[in-house]
């Protein structure tokens, strides 16, 4: 089943793809072989849906965000379709120079700070630097902050931080085929310090898909979906118990001036890459998706007088 | 610039090194290994082991003086509303983790196994108000 929504996601992503060829080819033509030049915004903001971009933010730019995700549509009418309860992170994300960020945030769900960094490795370009795809880095360290008794089994009281810890490395590859189209494959490993269960794994391996479809000039759909590679290193996480999905969302981003908006549905609860890749319950067959949003607003802080 | 870079790398070395050097892999289930205690689910009684579990761990949001007030919304201390929730509302939400959408006890700690089975082994007996 999650094999056969891969490949109808791959095969609806790349239909657009076919009709970038000729564009491409002649934009390679006309690019000034002594001009480098780069290709602008393959995606609208740092996040496709829920994971990471191959975006960063530009120098001296702030970006606060708030991530915002509610209960299941299967909750039903009582708690009026999930929207009653909700899970949300907030965080700051600065741009140090054009090619790398960090960020520090803080969700609901595990109580949980995290901190990243983000580097552009290579940048999609034609000219006298020519590349076919941007390449960027991404690293994160999650703390969860829950109380020790709830962490622990009843008898016991003692939790080291190691256990809390847990952390993130990606490699972001994405190519925007054209004005209306972008593709990103996004490879990478979670590894937790503490696990619940002996079948769960430490290392968690995935491998994400998600792309942009530009529908006019201010919105966009976007759709990602992250794979766990199944028993790569021992039974993927979950495998008996059937506890863990992979997680697939879709949606909308909405540009406004200094503002992006992103509202979508997703099968995942959490908003940092430990939780939405590795710990994802919902199911889409069974209705268990959610409404969401993220809102980012950027300031700026480089200074224009030149 | 360049020497903001440098600075940076500088602080990222030692957090680097803290980072690889904090990493460990471990499970609950070996580092907690169960304290055992004697767990007869056999035959299960709602009086004498049931109610036990449920009293104290969700009658303070989900009895019939608070279950509307602060948003329990099910009731859980009478035999009819336990029997009527159990599969689908109350056994599905006490074996999530703490920090999980809609884990219970909602603020508290984990059921143990041995409260969660007998919770279990009471629905699978056919829930007898016994």
């Known amino acids: ?306 | 610039m360049k020497q903001i870079l440098r600075y940076m790398l500088i602080a990222a070395m030692p957090a680097a090194v803290w980072a690889a050097s904090s990493c460990t892999s471990k499970n609950k289930e070996d580092a907690y290994p169960a304290i055992i205690t004697a767990c007869d689910t056999q035959a299960v009684s709602y009086k004498t082991d049931v109610v036990p579990v449920i009293k104290p761990n969700c009658n303070s949001c989900h009895d019939s003086a608070n279950y509307e007030a602060l948003g329990g919304s099910r009731r859980l201390d009478w035999h009819e509303g336990l029997s009527e929730e159990a599969d689908f509302n109350l056994l599905p939400y006490i074996q999530l983790q703490p920090g999980q959408d809609n884990f219970m006890p909602k603020d508290g700690a984990r059921l143990s196994e041995c409260q969660i089975n007998t919770i279990k082994a009471w629905v699978n007996q056919g829930k007898k108000d016994n």
Do not use: C
């Not at chain 1, 740092?46 to 975006?55: F, I, K, L, P, Y």
């Not at chain 1, 140090?96 to 595990?110: F, H």
């Open chain 1, 1 to 306: 089943m999650k094999i056969q929504i891969l490949f109808a996601f791959l095969f609806l992503t790349a239909l657009p793809a076919l009709y970038a060829q000729d564009d491409l080819l002649k934009d390679l033509q006309d690019a000034d072989k002594s001009n480098t030049v780069y290709t602008m915004a393959t995606f609208k903001t740092t996040r496709v849906v829920n994971g990471q971009s191959v975006e960063g933010l530009a120098a001296k730019h702030l970006d606060f965000r708030i991530n915002h995700r509610f209960g299941p549509l299967n909750d039903g009418a009582y708690n009026f379709f999930g929207l009653d309860n909700a899970v949300n992170r907030l965080s700051l994300e600065y741009g140090i120079n054009d090619n790398l960020m960090l960020g520090i945030g803080r969700s609901s769900a595990g109580k949980t700070f995290d901190g990243f960094v983000k580097w552009k490795l290579l940048r999609q370009s034609t000219g006298a630097k020519s590349s076919p795809v941007s390449i960027s880095l991404f690293g994160n360290t999650a703390i969860t902050t829950l109380d020790s008794k709830l962490l622990v089994p009843s008898g016991y009281s003692k939790y080291d931080f190691q256990n809390r810890l847990s952390y993130t490395a990606q490699v972001l590859i994405a190519r925007k085929f054209n004005n209306a189209f972008s593709l990103q494959i996004t490879p990478g490993v979670i590894h937790r310090n503490m696990v619940a269960k002996k079948i769960d794994q430490n290392d968690i391996f995935h491998i994400g898909i998600g792309g942009r479809i530009k529908l006019t000039r201010r919105t966009s759909f976007n759709m990602e979906y992250f794979y766990q590679l199944p028993k790569m290193f021992g039974p993927l996480k979950g495998y008996d118990d059937k506890t863990y999905s992979n997680s697939l969302s879709m949606g909308f981003d909405i540009e406004t001036g200094g503002h992006v908006f992103q509202l979508h549905f997703t099968n995942s609860l959490g908003n940092i890459e430990q939780l939405f890749i590795a710990d994802t319950q919902g199911k889409w067959s069974k209705g268990d998706v959610r409404f969401g949003f993220n809102i980012s607003r950027t300031f700026s802080f480089a200074d224009h007088a030149k």
